[in-house]
């Protein structure tokens, strides 16, 4: 699977954006980006992922670069709760035979009021 | 949806004794289940994968006879530490998919395990 870059912290303004880049310059084209985030103590949880195209769900949008080879995370409006680290993983998904997440050390995000 | 539950969230235990970590998946079936250990202030560590009915494929470096997995449904995967040591004392998070070509894993709330 290919790897990720990420800035290992980031700081963000409650209320403001919070945009996290990610680097997969070797990614294939049947890979998935997808991008979980974990509070301490607590198990991952998913936020968004996609092949190519920009998605958007309740949580973030994520922006895809059209050569693929990197993305962003965006939440759109900070709250504290959001301080966490997230993590920006790179994944083959093959059908019958889940694709497994190999995790790097993420981005620490830290909003601040 | 795609609810999963890890029990017990935190045990102590003796040196040398097992214990047992069990993943349900809770309103979805899971055919795969995946295990992961963490360390204080570092990331996630996949230790292995689990397919329903098949036995478990161990990433390099991890025991198989020391972290025993079985799989033995679609809802519920477990995890024994054998003979546990304090260096086994850990933060144990499964993960758990449906078989589908675009669909998440979903992340249990771990289970944090101190071997004394």
């Known amino acids: 699977d290919a790897k990720t870059t990420q800035p290992t912290s980031m700081d963000c303004a409650e209320g403001r954006a919070a945009n996290l880049p990610c680097n997969h310059s070797?990614?294939?084209?049947?890979?998935?980006v997808y991008w979980y985030r974990q509070i301490h103590s607590q198990g991952p949880q998913y936020i968004i992922h996609?092949?190519?195209n920009n998605e958007t769900n309740e949580m973030a949008s994520l922006i895809i670069t059209e050569d693929r080879k990197s993305s962003t995370l965006i939440l759109p409006h900070a709250t504290l709760r959001d301080t966490a680290v997230y993590y920006c993983?790179?994944?083959?998904?093959?059908?019958?035979?889940?694709?497994?997440?190999?995790f790097g050390q993420g981005t620490t995000l830290q909003v601040k009021p | 949806g795609a609810v999963v539950s890890q029990h017990p969230s935190r045990v102590i235990c003796k040196s040398g004794t097992s214990v047992k970590i069990e993943c349900r998946s809770l309103?979805?079936?899971?055919?795969?289940m995946f295990w992961y250990r963490q360390f204080p202030k570092q990331s996630l560590m996949l230790m292995a994968t689990?397919?329903?009915?098949?036995?478990?494929?161990?990433e390099q470096g991890v025991e198989k006879d020391k972290f025993l997995i079985n799989h033995a449904s679609l809802t519920l995967s477990t995890l024994t530490v054998t003979s546990a040591h304090p260096e086994d004392s850990s933060f144990y998070i499964c993960?758990?998919?449906?078989?589908?070509?675009?669909?998440?894993?979903?992340f249990g709330n771990g289970t944090r395990l101190t071997v004394t």
């Open positions: 993960s758990a998919s449906v078989s589908s070509y675009n669909s998440p894993l979903h």
């Open positions: 070797t990614i294939s084209g049947n890979e998935y």
């Open positions: 996609g092949l190519k």
């Open positions: 993983i790179v994944r083959v998904a093959r059908s019958g035979n889940t694709g497994k997440l190999i």
């Open positions: 309103d979805f079936q899971a055919t795969t």
């Open positions: 689990s397919n329903e009915g098949s036995k478990a494929t161990y």
